[in-house]
């Protein structure tokens, strides 16, 4: 089975960068489409960005130009780069893997932006 782990979450200014980093525990990690969701308090979960096997990228509206996803195959690997943080970027940061008819979270990460 899928396991997906996050780090790299924490406290930042506004202004200031964070790299949040989710690893995956199976071989076949590759095949798998990666999203980044978050949920901020008293919201709903939403997909913040988005990277298929093929490398190609979606990202919500609200964090185009400030964040990037990439993935590392070979460390089992997706990342999140998120720089230019706002206030509103304030959430739990969950990691999703999805291949066929399976889906899998990880346990999440809080980011907090503020002065």
């Known amino acids: 089975q899928m396991q997906l782990v996050e780090s790299g979450g924490g406290l930042v200014q506004p202004g200031g960068s964070l790299r949040l980093s989710c690893a995956a525990s199976r071989s076949i990690f590759s095949l798998y489409v990666l999203g980044w969701f978050r949920q901020a308090p008293g919201k709903q979960r939403e997909l913040v960005a988005a990277i298929t096997s093929g490398g190609s990228t979606n990202y919500a509206d609200s964090v185009k130009g400030r964040f990037t996803i990439s993935r590392d195959n070979a460390k089992k690997t997706v990342y999140l780069q998120m720089n230019s943080l706002k206030p509103e970027d304030t959430a739990v940061y969950y990691c999703?893997?999805?291949?066929?008819?399976?889906?899998?979270w990880g346990q999440g990460t809080q980011v907090t932006v503020s002065s």
């Open positions: 999703n893997a999805r291949l066929s008819v399976e889906e899998y």
